[in-house]
């Protein structure tokens, strides 16, 4: 068999796995909110995230575009194969590690250095599409900064708008009300995260000449699609409790206005073609709504240990990422 073939394949298997892996690793931040204030029962909420991620995926291929070509050039890519693979292997790595220990990182963050990395170490700094990446980057720094400042809104109106109202009556109101922001954000993350593996796929075919266009094949898509629906299947625990009882005690006002926050900031990302980090929005979005409500309420410490982990991952991930490409160059 080809080598180039076998590489193409091994590289589908491990973009597929990274999918599967982003299911349950960053799915749980679109329905912790429901969950926790019990809204929606753990299974009914899976089963929903499930359903609309892969409706969201089948939906757009901007952000795969984006992904595909903005930060490295697949065209003129030196071991295009090995930097891709190398770049998967470390992001799905970094994501397994931080699930283990239930910190929400940024799939986006792990993937995006690691595609760097891997490409650094195979032709230098040189090989980045500079404009491309530093769009990129900007969309991953600004968007949770975003999401603080819309969340904060958004809680801050619903205060004035139903002060008055019966509290009873209104949390029961809002709980059935987060079901539908439980669907929507959840379809909106698949419009923009399982993009993100399309768009690396699709960057695999096009270094091996097995395509010679950005847009994203059909069948690519829906296997993207439905390694994510089946990943979100599986749940992602430890995610689902950090972010949604750690951060802050969360009610049913406050879980609807962090998913109408969480879900615009990604939807709006992926109708500009920008890849964001959908972990990093909803728990923005979380922690701007719980300092509308009480500042002391927030639980700042989770909150700092988030801030540090989201800080460290672009660096880590391409670090290792160009060690793996390294070793991998040394085999091949």
């Known amino acids: 068999m080809d080598g180039f073939l076998i590489l193409t394949i091994l590289i589908v298997v491990m973009a597929l796995a990274f999918d599967f892996i982003n299911g349950f690793h960053d799915t749980a931040n679109a ?5 926790s204030t019990k ?6 909420a899976i089963i929903l995230a499930a359903v609309m991620n892969f409706v969201g995926a089948m939906t757009f291929t901007g952000v795969a575009k984006t992904i595909t070509k903005d930060i490295v050039d697949p065209f003129t890519l030196e071991n295009g194969s090995l930097v891709i693979l190398a770049a998967l292997i470390s992001a799905v790595f970094w994501n397994l590690l931080t699930w283990y220990y ?3 990182s940024s799939s986006s963050h792990a993937l995006i ?8 170490a195979a032709a230098g700094f040189a090989s980045l599409n500079y404009q491309g990446f530093l769009k990129i980057i ?3 720094i600004f968007s949770p900064i975003i999401a603080f400042v819309f969340g904060f809104i958004v809680y801050s109106i619903f205060k004035v708008v139903f002060k008055n109202n019966n509290l009873t009556k209104t949390n029961r109101n809002f709980r059935i009300f987060q079901i539908f922001t439980a669907a929507l954000q959840s379809y909106t993350h698949g419009t923009n995260d399982a993009q993100k593996a399309m768009g690396i796929i699709t960057m695999a075919l096009i270094a091996n000449n097995y395509v010679t266009s950005t847009d994203i094949p059909f069948w690519v898509q829906f296997s993207c699609a439905l390694a994510m629906g089946l990943g979100t299947s599986v749940g992602g625990w430890k995610i689902i409790k950090t972010v949604g009882g750690k951060i802050m005690k969360i009610r ?4 609807v206005a962090a998913d109408l926050t969480g879900a615009m900031i990604i939807f709006g990302s992926t109708l500009i073609h920008l890849p964001v980090s959908t ?5 923005s979005s979380i922690l701007g709504v719980g300092s509308a409500h009480r500042l002391k309420g927030v639980k700042w410490g989770t909150a700092q240990r988030m801030l540090i982990t989201w ?3 672009l660096p880590i991930s391409a670090t290792i990422a160009g060690l793996i490409y390294l070793l991998l160059n040394a085999i091949f």
């Open 138 to 140: 900007q969309a991953l």
């Open 311 to 313: 800080v460290i991952t």
């Open 39 to 44: 809204a929606l029962k753990p299974r009914h």
């Open 102 to 104: 239930g910190i929400p």
């Open 113 to 120: 250095g690691s595609i760097a990395g891997a490409a650094i």
């Open 252 to 255: 049913p006002v406050n879980g």
């Open 279 to 283: 972990t990093h929005v909803i728990s």
């Open 31 to 35: 329905i912790a909110t429901s969950v």
